[in-house]
């Protein structure tokens, strides 16, 4: 672990608002919300009357009434991230990216070239500021998690370095929902314990915090309390999952509303997965109800799947113990599926039947297997919920007879005059004759 801070967090701030203001100077320094249904983000003038992301638009709008909701413009996100991207990449490879807006970045072996960690950071903020016209905040430190909680602190558009001797200090004043990987469920748990700030989480005896938060979280929670990070940054990141969700609005839950969506985001869960060769052992369901409150479950299996049938049964079986955990409630907003705990699948081994009870749960048995019919999606095989039709050969063309037709010809135009304004119905016969249809190409023989 380095003993000097070199590590920058770099964070657009407020990012997809601040689009839209640089989009439409008519919004700026107006209290504005990117979304609809749901605020997806909010400006800063929108965040002072409590307006945050992921609230509900009414409760966004009862707390500011004259709050002005904009529709999404995903490629202008898509274009102006990479672009403020790109202008760390111009002073080192080392780049983490870890969302569409915020990136770590290593400038340790770059220091000679540019100056130290403070002017590059300096120097990307003002040039992103501007060629880009966006606001950007950034913490430098010397792991990856305090170079986090530092732009976090230097938000609105600021800058924080911390320094290495002093870095526990920093660190202990600051409220507990800084941490990465504190969300509200994990910082309600705590505050009901008295723990309100980093300080205190890092004097809690951690069998404390085990039974608290269970042993994984506890433990990883107390290192990062005391600056005890050694990851470092990695450029690529292997995929640890897959996965789709569906925003419904208000619907009624019921299996005639859920099941359909269920089986679409398993397919596209899992023909992304086939696509790549991977399969999972961990399937998981999120079920959000009206009042913007969010249920998951999860079922982890022996082996790993990617086929869309046994992914979709088991997120419909999820999602029915989700409802019948929670009775009261009788509409849904939202669903989505993932698949977890990926590994490499070449080929899938064929199995005998044997009548066990998971049979139809595993990939090589025939229940696995066996594909749903529907419409075939192109290169997914037999394990799409569209495929069947890739079983079927191609036919010779059939003879095609012209039935009789019934035309009207009331007030029409048509090869009859004669029927035109008699407002009576005529039956035209034709001759019963055969047809080849049209060659598919050039070269097959009609």
Known sequence: MSTEATILHADLDSFYASVEQLLNPDLRGKAM??????????????????VRGGMSGRKARELCPHLLFVRGNFDQYQRLGDAAIAVLEDYTPLIERISIDEAFADVAGCTHL??????????????V??????????????????????????????????NPATELDFLHDLPVGLMWGVGPVTEGKLKAEGILTIGQLANTPGRSLRGLLGDAAGEKLSD???????????????????????????????????????????????????????AGRTITVRVRFADMRAVTRAMTLDAPVSATLIVAEIAEELVRQALADHPKERTISLLAVSVSHIEEQRQIQLELSLGLDDEKRRPGSRQGCRPLVGRPRHGQGPHSLRPRLHRLR????????????????????????????????????????????????????A
């Open 33 to 50: 919300a990117v979304g609809g249904g749901v605020v997806l983000a909010a400006s800063y003038e929108a965040k002072a009357f409590g």
């Open 114 to 127: 540019f100056g130290s960690p403070r002017e590059i950071a300096e120097t990307v903020r003002r040039r």
């Open 129 to 162: 500021r501007d060629e880009l016209g966006l606001p950007i905040s950034v913490g430098v430190a010397r792991t990856k998690h305090l170079a986090k909680v530092a732009s976090q602190v230097a938000k609105p558009d600021g800058l924080v370095v911390v």
């Open 224 to 278: 990062l309390a005391w600056n005890r990070d050694t990851r470092a940054i990695v450029r690529e990141h292997r995929a640890r999952s897959a996965g789709a969700q569906s925003a419904l609005g208000r619907q009624p839950a019921t299996e005639a509303v859920f099941k359909p969506v269920l089986q679409h985001l398993a397919d596209r869960v899992t023909s992304r997965l086939r696509a790549k060769s991977l």
């Open 394 to 445: 191609r036919r010779p063309p059939r003879a095609q007879k012209l039935r009789p037709r019934r035309f009207s010809r009331a007030g029409r135009k048509g090869p009859w005059p004669e029927l035109a304004g008699t407002g009576k119905q005529s039956l035209v016969l034709f001759c019963p004759l055969v047809v080849s249809p049209m060659p598919r190409n050039p070269r097959q023989k």
